[in-house]
């Protein structure tokens, strides 16, 4: 049974700092290529950042770059995003997902595999 758990969330003020992790089992995690998605009340789910399988290739939203990165440990199944400089817009509920490898493209948010139940990140004004 695949299982992706974030964790790391929380309630920051803007300007702060956050890292998010997701932990990755039953699955080759080396095979997958990982994402950060997220989504705000009232809004569809959106791409953030992306990470190829073997770590060597990232890819993020426009309004993150500069601020968020994202990273991987194949060694430990864990992908991780770091969170720079929040905006009161980027309060969303973060979901980690995995992307079959051989897949094109990791922004479209009906390509993942599998997704995690996903972490609260609030930024208060």
């Known amino acids: 049974q695949v299982q992706l758990v974030e964790s790391g969330g929380g309630l920051v003020q803007a300007g702060g700092s956050l890292g998010l992790s997701c932990a990755a089992s039953g699955l080759t995690f080396s095979s997958y290529n990982m994402a950060w998605f997220r989504q705000a009340p009232g809004k569809g789910r959106e791409f953030v950042a992306g990470?190829?399988?073997?770590?060597?290739?990232?890819t993020y939203a426009d309004s993150v770059k500069g601020r968020f990165s994202i990273s991987r440990d194949n060694a430990k199944n864990t992908v991780y995003l770091q969170m720079n400089m929040l905006k009161p817009e980027d309060t969303a509920v973060y979901h980690c997902?995995?992307?079959?490898?051989?897949?094109?493209?990791?922004?479209?948010?009906?390509?993942?595999?599998?997704w995690g139940q996903g972490t609260q990140v609030t930024v208060s004004s």
């Open positions: 997902a995995a992307i079959w490898k051989t897949i094109a493209t990791m922004v479209r948010p009906e390509n993942p595999n599998f």
């Open positions: 990470i190829k399988w073997s770590g060597d290739t990232t």
